[in-house]
C-alpha cells in the first residue's frame, strides 16, 4: 500500500488520470468526476464510519462492511462517500506524526483533528476489487479495499 502517483516528492496528474481513464467503467461518475478534477484535495472531512450490515437471518450475497464518510470540499459542498462491499481497509493516525514541516511540534497543539484531505488515489486491487488511498495533512493513512465506491452531494 503506497500511493502510486501523489507523494512529497512527486506530482504525477497526468499519469493518474490515465489511470482513472482505465478505471471509469469500474466508477460511479460521481466518483470519477470528483477525482479526476482533484476535487478533495483541502476537503475537511466531519464523519467516518464503519457499518457491518451482516445479518444472520438473511443469506448475505454481498461483504456486509461498508464505511462511510461525510467531507465538505474546499468549496464548501458536503458529500458522503460509501466505501462498498469492502474486504480490507486501514485507518492510521498518530497525533505525534501530525508536525510542523522539519519540526517535532505537534501542528495547532493537536487542535485540528483530522486537518485538510492532501491526496488520494483510486487504483486497482486486482479484476474485482479497487484500492483508494488517503493521506490527510495530519498524515493520517486511509487505505480501504473494496468492490465498489459511490459518491454523492448532501446538503
Sequence with gaps: MKMNFFTNDK????????QLHHLKSRLDENVHRMTYNNQF??????????????????????????????????????????WEEVKKFL???????HTYWGSTTISGDGLRGLDDWMWDEITPYDEEFLSH????????????????????QIK
Design 41 to 82: 484535495h483541502d476537503a475537511q472531512i466531519d464523519f467516518l464510519g464503519i457499518k457491518n450490515e451482516f445479518n444472520e437471518e438473511v443469506e448475505q450475497e454481498k461483504l456486509p462492511i461498508s464505511l462511510e464518510c461525510r467531507l465538505m470540499d474546499s468549496d464548501g459542498e458536503w458529500h458522503e462517500i460509501v
Design 133 to 152: 488511498e488517503i493521506i490527510l495533512a495530519s498524515e493520517m493513512k486511509i487505505v480501504v479495499h473494496c468492490k465498489n465506491i459511490k459518491l454523492r
Design 91 to 97: 485507518l492510521d493516525y498518530d497525533l505525534t506524526r
Design 11 to 18: 506530482n504525477d496528474i497526468d499519469g493518474y488520470r490515465e
